[in-house]
């Protein structure tokens, strides 16, 4: 199966930086990846995915880079918000008929005003 | 509309008792998960049902049981709770298997 891990539980920065939150995975084969972030007390909210057919998408604010060759995402955020304060997830896993999203332990992003 | 419903929100058993979670969704969405999350740890895998009429193991399925009831509904079962399965539980769905997630606002069980 798939393992993905993020590399920092906790990443603390002041408000208008930008923030990095790294992941990395296991299984060379996965080929979509997916971040979601978790408020507290809420069930996690997606945010960007991307295939590994792209190294890189972006959003609003938000940009999702993958390395396959070294098998790592990031999840960049522009001008951090204290909104932005959460935990965030990468997920990813194989398309196709065994695709089951696994999912990191997450890194909580703190946002000082 | 309503997204992913989970009931109850919060729940205090005894060990050895049974309960049901419920979980309903209205995006009309084939696919749907249950999932446990402990302090400090990622979301893991309990049961997930890829399309109605069907359901999965995932990655720690033991001590539960599911229900596809239809298309809108994916029941999670705890026959004999465990004080290990104290967590906070929620379900999820997505339109196919390989699409994103939606996940509901959980359910905070505790098991004395």
């Known amino acids: 199966g798939e393992s993905v891990g993020l590399h920092l539980p906790t990443l603390s920065v002041q408000e208008g930086d930008n923030s990095i939150i790294n992941c990395a995975y296991s299984?060379?084969?996965?080929?979509?990846f997916i971040w979601y972030k978790q408020e507290s007390g809420k069930g996690p909210q997606f945010i960007i995915d991307?295939?590994?057919?792209?190294d890189k998408r972006q959003g609003q604010r938000v940009t999702v880079l993958l390395n396959k060759t070294v098998k790592h995402l990031s999840l960049q955020i522009a001008a951090t918000q204290p909104g932005d304060s959460a935990v965030y997830f990468c997920?990813?896993?194989?398309?196709?008929?065994?695709?089951?999203?696994?999912f990191g332990r997450g890194t909580s992003l703190i946002v000082h005003p | 509309n309503a997204g992913v419903t989970q009931t109850p929100k919060f729940q205090v058993l005894k060990t050895g008792q049974s309960m049901t979670l419920q979980c309903a969704q209205d995006?009309?969405?084939?696919?749907m998960y249950w999932y446990r999350q402990d302090p400090g740890m990622g979301l893991r895998l309990i049961y997930y049902s890829a399309s109605e009429g069907t359901t999965d193991k995932g990655e720690v399925p033991n001590g539960y049981n599911v229900s596809r009831l239809n298309k809108r509904e994916f029941s999670l079962r705890l026959e004999s709770a465990a004080p290990s399965q104290t967590s906070v539980y929620f379900c999820?769905?997505?339109?196919?298997?390989?699409?994103?997630?939606?996940f509901g606002s959980g359910t905070q069980l505790s098991v004395l």
């Open positions: 995006m009309n969405h084939n696919s």
């Open positions: 999820a769905s997505s339109i196919g298997r390989t699409e994103k997630l939606f």
């Open positions: 299984n060379s084969a996965s080929d979509y």
């Open positions: 991307i295939r590994s057919n792209m």
């Open positions: 997920a990813g896993g194989t398309e196709g008929g065994s695709y089951i999203p696994t």
